[in-house]
C-alpha cells in the first residue's frame, strides 16, 4: 500500500526528539539539561545528535546530581529560561523529590502568586525490560499526589510529538513520565504534528459495555484486551487519561454512565494508586450508574523483579484485563 505522503513513519523516541528539537529552534530561552544528553545522546537515545546541532550552551551534560540539576532548572526557570530538565528514570527522581515538591511546586504558592516555574522534567518510567528495581517502577501516581504541577503521560506518537510543547507554554512545573517500553514504538504521524491539548482524556475506543481507563504503555494492552472482547461479544471503551494531575474526571465519568461497568488499569502499586484515586472519584460521581464493582488491575507490590517470567508476573497484562472483564460480565 502506497503510504500518504502528508505522513512519516517514525519512533516515538524520535517523535520526542523532534518535539525537542522543534522547542529549541522556536525559543532561544529553551535549553535540555541532563545526565548524559550530549555526547551520549541519553540514555535512551533521545536526545542523539541535538549536541552537535545546538552546541554545549542549549544540550547540558550534568553531573550526578538530581537534586542539584533539578534545582538548577528551577533556578533558571525563575530567572527567564525555559529548561527541559531530563531525568534517566523515575526512580532516580526520588533524589530530587525536595527539589520538585518543596520546591517547584511550591514556590508559586508561598511567593503569593510572584513566582512562578516554567520547567519541564522529563523521565522514563516503567517496568517490562528486565533491568530490576531501580530502574523499573511507575511513580508517576505519587506524582500526581502533589499539586502545583501537572503530570503528564503520553501513549501515542501524537502525544510524545506534541505535550512538550504544550508543556513548555505551561507557566507552571509540568512533569512528562515517557515509559521506556514506548520508545521502539513505530508509527505514522502526520509531517505538520505540533502542540497538543493536555488537559482531556481521549476515547480511543468507543464501546458500550464496560469501560477501561488506563494511560501510558498499559493503553495497548487495553485495546488488546478490548479486541478479544470483542470476538466474544463484549463491546469495551478504552480511555486514555493522558494526563494524571488535574485528572479529566468528566470523561471518564460520562464513560461509565454509558457502559455501567469499570476498569482501571494501573501500572503502578495498587496501594495508594492513582487507581484507588479514580475508583473513589467513580464512587463519588457515578455510584448510581455502577451494576459492578469498579475493579482495579496493578502492578504486584512488590520490587519489580529482574527475572522476565517474574517481571511479566508482576505487570498488569492483556490477559488479566480479558479474565476480569469477563468475570465481571458474567456475575
Keep these: 500500500m502506497k503510504e500518504n505522503p502528508q505522513m512519516i513513519r517514525l519512533t516515538y523516541r524520535e517523535a520526542v526528539r523532534e518535539a525537542i528539537r522543534e522547542a529549541l529552534r522556536k525559543d532561544d530561552r529553551v535549553f535540555l539539561m541532563g545526565e548524559d544528553v550530549g555526547r551520549y545522546g541519553g540514555c535512551f537515545a533521545v536526545s542523539k545528535g541535538l549536541l552537535q546541532e545546538f552546541g554545549p550552551e542549549r544540550i547540558r551534560d550534568t553531573p550526578l546530581s538530581e537534586s542539584a540539576f533539578v534545582g538548577a532548572g528551577i533556578g533558571a526557570a525563575m530567572g527567564g529560561m525555559r529548561p527541559i530538565v531530563e531525568i534517566m528514570t523515575v526512580n532516580f527522581s526520588l533524589l530530587a523529590a525536595d527539589q520538585?515538591?518543596?520546591?517547584?511546586?511550591?514556590?508559586?504558592?508561598?511567593?503569593?502568586?510572584?513566582?512562578?516555574?516554567?520547567?519541564?522534567?522529563?523521565?522514563?518510567?516503567?517496568?517490562?525490560?528486565?533491568?530490576?528495581?531501580?530502574?523499573?517502577?511507575?511513580?508517576?501516581?505519587?506524582?500526581?499526589?502533589?499539586?502545583?504541577?501537572?503530570?503528564?503521560?503520553?501513549?501515542?506518537l501524537e502525544d510524545a510529538r506534541g505535550m512538550l510543547w504544550t508543556a513548555l507554554e505551561d507557566p507552571d512545573p509540568v512533569l512528562i513520565f515517557e515509559n521506556s517500553n514506548l520508545y521502539n514504538m513505530e508509527g505514522q504521524l502526520p509531517a505538520d504534528a505540533g502542540p497538543v491539548d493536555i488537559h482531556r482524556a481521549r476515547v480511543r475506543r468507543p464501546g458500550s459495555d464496560v469501560t477501561i481507563i488506563t494511560y501510558s504503555a498499559s493503553l495497548f494492552k487495553a485495546?488488546?484486551?478490548?479486541?478479544?472482547?470483542?470476538?466474544?461479544?463484549?463491546?469495551?471503551?478504552?480511555?486514555?487519561?493522558?494526563?494524571?494531575?488535574?485528572?479529566?474526571?468528566?470523561?471518564?465519568?460520562?464513560?461509565?454512565?454509558?457502559?455501567?461497568?469499570?476498569?482501571?488499569?494501573?501500572?503502578?502499586?495498587?496501594?495508594?494508586?492513582?487507581?484507588?484515586?479514580i475508583a473513589a472519584r467513580i464512587?463519588?460521581?457515578?455510584?448510581?450508574?455502577?451494576?459492578?464493582?469498579?475493579?482495579?488491575?496493578?502492578?504486584?507490590?512488590?520490587?519489580?523483579?529482574?527475572?522476565?517470567?517474574?517481571?511479566?508476573?508482576?505487570l498488569p497484562q492483556t490477559e488479566t484485563i480479558v479474565a476480569t472483564i469477563k468475570r465481571m460480565m458474567h456475575s
Design 100 to 156: 520538585i515538591l518543596n520546591n517547584a511546586a511550591t514556590i508559586l504558592h508561598m511567593s503569593g502568586g510572584q513566582f512562578n516555574i516554567p520547567l519541564v522534567i522529563r523521565m522514563a518510567t516503567g517496568g517490562g525490560r528486565q533491568v530490576a528495581a531501580q530502574h523499573s517502577h511507575s511513580l508517576e501516581g505519587w506524582y500526581a499526589h502533589i499539586p502545583g504541577i501537572k503530570v503528564l503521560t503520553p501513549a501515542t
Design 223 to 277: 485495546l488488546d484486551a478490548a479486541e478479544i472482547l470483542a470476538r466474544e461479544g463484549i463491546d469495551a471503551e478504552v480511555i486514555d487519561l493522558r494526563t494524571l494531575r488535574p485528572l479529566d474526571q468528566e470523561t471518564f465519568l460520562a464513560s461509565v454512565t454509558k457502559t455501567h461497568r469499570a476498569v482501571i488499569v494501573d501500572e503502578g502499586w495498587r496501594s495508594g494508586s492513582i487507581s484507588a484515586e
Design 283 to 314: 464512587m463519588e460521581g457515578a455510584f448510581y450508574e455502577l451494576d459492578a464493582p469498579v475493579e482495579r488491575i496493578c502492578s504486584a507490590e512488590v520490587p519489580m523483579p529482574y527475572a522476565k517470567h517474574l517481571e511479566q508476573a508482576a
